[in-house]
Structure formats: C-alpha cells, structure tokens
C-alpha cells in the first residue's frame, strides 16, 4: 500500500539543472568554460553543492582547502538565489496541481541536495510549501545521494510528525527522481521509484519501477498500482 511520496527537487518540481548550471559557471569564472550541460549531466547534477565542486577540482587534479571551496559554494548559492528572484527557475507543467492533489490524501516530503532557503524560496512562490510535511535538504545530512541518508531521514521525520500508526515502512513510500544516484538511493532505501525523464534519457533510468517523461496528467491511482496488496 502506498502511504508516502517523497519527491527530490531540481529536475522533478522545477525545471531549475540548466539554471543551477548557470550559477556554477559563474561561480568557477574561466574555469567554468568547459563545463558544458552534457558533462554537468554526466558527472556533477546529482550531487550537492559541496561535493559537486569537489569533483570537479579533484577532477582537474586540484584539492581545495575547505574553506576555499566553501567560498566557492557560497558565491554560486549567492548567484542562484538571484535567479531565483528574478524568477528564472519555473515548476514543471503540470507538477503544482499534482503536488495539491496528492498532499490532500497522502503526506508529501521532499529530499534534496539543494539549500533549505532555497527550497524554501522556490515552494513559496508557487504556493507549494504548505503541501509537504518534511523537507530534508543539503544541510541536514551527511551523506549525499546514491546513500539512502536523506530518503530514510524523510521517512523518519514524515512518520514523526504524522504519528502514523503503524509507521511507514520504506516499502510503503514511493520516491520521485531524475537521477540514476537518486533512485539508487531510493532503493538502498528500500523503495520503490518512479523517474521522470527530464534530465537523463530513459534508457539510464532504467533501474525505476516506473519511467515517465513527465509528470503532468499523473493520476494516484497510477502511483498505487506499483504497491499491489
């Protein structure tokens, strides 16, 4: 039986990846100029902030101490949130009117690598942030995606603040990804995922329960179907 939905963010509930790209290259200056979306999508999405930019010096075999790359970190935060204000990141079609439906029947969190305030930022406009229970974001774990930190994390702190009885086992949750590090981190979860295609083609999400190109129309009964019994 399905009795939680827990979404990731960026490339699920906003149409924000080219927009967090953006901010990177601005934020890495010269050193951005290579770091085209084919090779953002391939090696640095999925991750948080901090572990992103990581990668990509040790990549270039630079190791930066953390206060230099928490600079870093701060200067494409600092980016990202005027191009939140300026209102460059839009909802997905669709996804705002699915998030409503769904929260008045089952409760809803989030986990992201994203920042709390930006999350926070971006539900506000659109009116969203009523509808989930439980955002867990980058600062609340310390492990990032494929660990099934956050996702258990979410679980735990929905079944808190529901008081579900019996608690919500994991096989009872479905997670909503774009990545193939976030639907590994579903499963080491111990639940079930549905992928929508935004940011990676199908054929790479191969290891979801259910692929969909998008998630407008999506209907509950759609989701339930995948918890039979």
């Known amino acids: 039986m399905l009795r939680a939905i827990i979404f990731d963010f960026d490339g699920v509930v906003v149409d924000s990846e080219p927009i967090h790209l953006e901010a990177i290259k601005a934020a890495l200056g010269n ?5 085209t979306p084919e090779l953002y999508a391939q090696h640095y999405l999925a991750y948080d902030d901090l572990r992103g930019f990581a990668l990509f010096f040790a990549d270039r075999g630079k190791e930066l101490a953390e206060e230099e790359l928490r600079a870093v ?37 989030i986990a992201t690598g994203s ?13 969203l942030l009523s509808c989930f229970r439980v955002v867990v974001s980058a600062e609340d774990v ?6 099934p930190e956050s996702y258990l994390l979410a679980l735990a702190e929905l079944n808190r603040v529901t008081g579900a009885v019996p608690a919500i086992a994991p ?14 981190s579903a499963r080491r979860a111990g639940m079930k995922a549905l992928a929508v295609s ?7 999400l191969a290891e979801a329960d259910l692929i969909l ?16 019994g």
């Open 142 to 147: 310390s492990r990032g995606k494929p660990d």
């Open 31 to 35: 050193e951005g100029a290579e770091l």
């Open 171 to 184: 096989g009872e949750a479905l997670v909503i990804e774009d990545s193939r590090q976030g639907i590994a």
């Open 213 to 228: 190109p998008a998630l407008a129309g999506l209907q509950f009964s759609t989701l339930a179907e995948l918890f039979p």
């Open 115 to 127: 920042l709390r305030h930006e999350v926070r930022a971006l539900l506000e406009s659109g009116g």
């Open 198 to 204: 935004t940011s990676y083609p199908a054929r790479e």
């Open 73 to 109: 970190v701060a200067r494409k935060g600092a980016i990202y949130m005027e191009m939140i204000q300026a209102g460059k990141a839009r909802f997905f079609p669709g996804v705002a009117e699915l998030i409503r439906e769904l929260a008045r029947t089952t409760p809803l969190a």
